[in-house]
Nanobody, 122 residues
């Protein structure tokens, strides 16, 4: 069983900062990639930022220059530092891990965190 536990959401004024974290625990062999997605009310879930096992990153245009994704490999944790927050950043943020696991055979599976609410007031 794999579990992802998120923390760090909350209410912040526009221009403020928040740092999200997500830690993976359970039985898996390795992490292929980690990322953050968000879903605002009435909208589809969208990618915010992603980091691969090799350290390559990519960001949504809306996140570039304001958000930074990073990781702690020893703790199987991914972070999202969000600065200069805007009201349009308000959403539920989900972490996403691509993990290599072995059940009957080796496979690469996708796992999601429970979501954490980020609310930015104007």
């Amino acid at each position: 069983q794999v579990q992802l536990v998120e923390s760090g959401g909350g209410l912040v004024q526009a221009g403020g900062s928040l740092r999200l974290s997500c830690a993976a625990s359970g039985s898996f062999f390795s992490i292929n990639a980690m990322g953050w997605y968000r879903q605002a009310p009435g909208k589809q879930r969208e990618l915010v930022a992603r980091i691969t096992s090799g350290g390559d990153t990519n960001y949504a245009d809306s996140a570039k220059g304001r958000f930074t994704i990073s990781r702690d490999n020893a703790k199987n944790t991914v972070f999202l530092q969000m600065n200069s927050l805007k009201p349009e950043d308000t959403a539920v943020y989900y972490c996403n891990f691509i993990l290599v696991v072995r059940t009957i055979a080796w496979s690469s599976n996708e796992y999601w965190g429970q979501g954490t609410q980020v609310t930015v007031s104007s």
